[in-house]
T-cell receptor, first 113, second 109 residues
Framework: SQTIHQWPATLVQPVGSPLSLECTVE??????LYWYRQAAGRGLQLLFY??????ISSEVPQNLSASRPQDRQFILSSKKLLLSDSGFYLC????????????FGAGTRLSVL | GIQVEQSPPDLILQEGANSTLRCNFS?????LQWFHQNPWGQLINLFY???GTKQNGRLSATTVATERYSLLYISSSQTTDSGVYFC???????????FGKGTKLSVIP
C-alpha cells in the first residue's frame, strides 16, 4: 500500500537559521510531489511541485527552495528563515498514471522566533 | 487560474443535524477533491469527484461540472465531524490543486 511520511511534526527555529523538511513516499513509483503551506489555519498555498527527479517548479517566489534527490523524496529548504516563514507545511503526492488524486502527509508545524 | 469559492465560511450545528457545504469553481476541472482537516491538521481525503455523485456512509457529494459547483452533504452530524472542510480543484492539463478557503464546521453536543 502507499504511504507518505513527513518529518518533523513540529519545529521551532530562530530567525536566520537554516531549514530542512523531508517527505518520503512508499508504495508507488514516479509520483508527482507537492509542498503546500497553510497560514493562520485556513487556505493552502502551493509552494513547489515536481514531476520527476531534479524537476522542480516554483509557484511563489520566496525564501524557500525544494529539491528531489530521489524518486520518492522531496525536501523543502531555506538558508535563512524569516518570521514570515512560520506556518503549517504539508507534503502531498499524486500517484501516476491514475488516479488523479492527491494524498497528504501529516504536516510540519514550523514556528520561527 | 481557477477560482474556488466555498460557502458558508463557518457553520455551527447541533449533533444529529444535517448540512450542505458548497463549492463553486470558475472553469472546467479534471479533478475535484473534498478534504476534512482534523484538529491536528491532517488532511483526510473524503471524495474524488470531478463529476457525478458518490456516497460514503453519512457523507455524500455531488458535482455538477456543467454548472461548476459541487456539494458535500453531511447527515446525522457527530462531534467528530468538526473541523475545516476544503474543496480543491485542478483544470485541464494541470496537476496542481487550487484550494478554497474552507468551511469551518463546529458540531456541538
Amino acid at each position: 500500500s502507499q504511504t507518505i511520511h513527513q518529518w518533523p511534526a513540529t519545529l521551532v527555529q530562530p530567525v536566520g537559521s537554516p531549514l530542512s523538511l523531508e517527505c518520503t513516499v512508499e508504495g508507488t513509483s514516479n509520483p508527482n510531489l507537492y509542498w503546500y503551506r497553510q497560514a493562520a489555519g485556513r487556505g493552502l498555498q502551493l509552494l513547489f511541485y515536481s514531476v520527476g527527479i531534479g524537476q522542480i517548479s516554483s509557484e511563489v517566489p520566496q525564501n524557500l527552495s525544494a529539491s528531489r534527490p530521489q524518486d520518492r523524496q522531496f525536501i523543502l529548504s531555506s538558508k535563512k528563515l524569516l518570521l514570515s516563514d512560520s506556518g503549517f507545511y504539508l507534503c502531498a503526492y499524486q500517484p501516476r498514471p491514475y488516479p488523479n488524486i492527491q494524498y497528504f502527509g501529516a504536516g510540519t508545524r514550523l514556528s520561527v522566533l | 487560474g481557477i477560482q474556488v469559492e466555498q460557502s458558508p465560511p463557518d457553520l455551527i450545528l447541533q449533533e444529529g443535524a444535517n448540512s450542505t457545504l458548497r463549492c463553486n469553481f470558475s472553469d472546467s476541472v479534471n479533478n475535484l477533491q473534498w478534504f476534512h482537516q482534523n484538529p491536528w491538521g491532517q488532511l483526510i481525503n473524503l471524495f474524488y469527484i470531478p463529476s457525478g455523485t458518490k456516497q460514503n456512509g453519512r457523507l455524500s457529494a455531488t458535482t455538477v461540472a456543467t454548472e461548476r459547483y459541487s456539494l458535500l452533504y453531511i447527515s446525522s452530524s457527530q462531534t467528530t465531524d468538526s473541523g475545516v472542510y476544503f474543496c480543491a480543484v485542478s483544470g485541464a492539463g494541470s496537476y496542481q490543486l487550487t484550494f478554497g478557503k474552507g468551511t469551518k464546521l463546529s458540531v456541538i453536543p
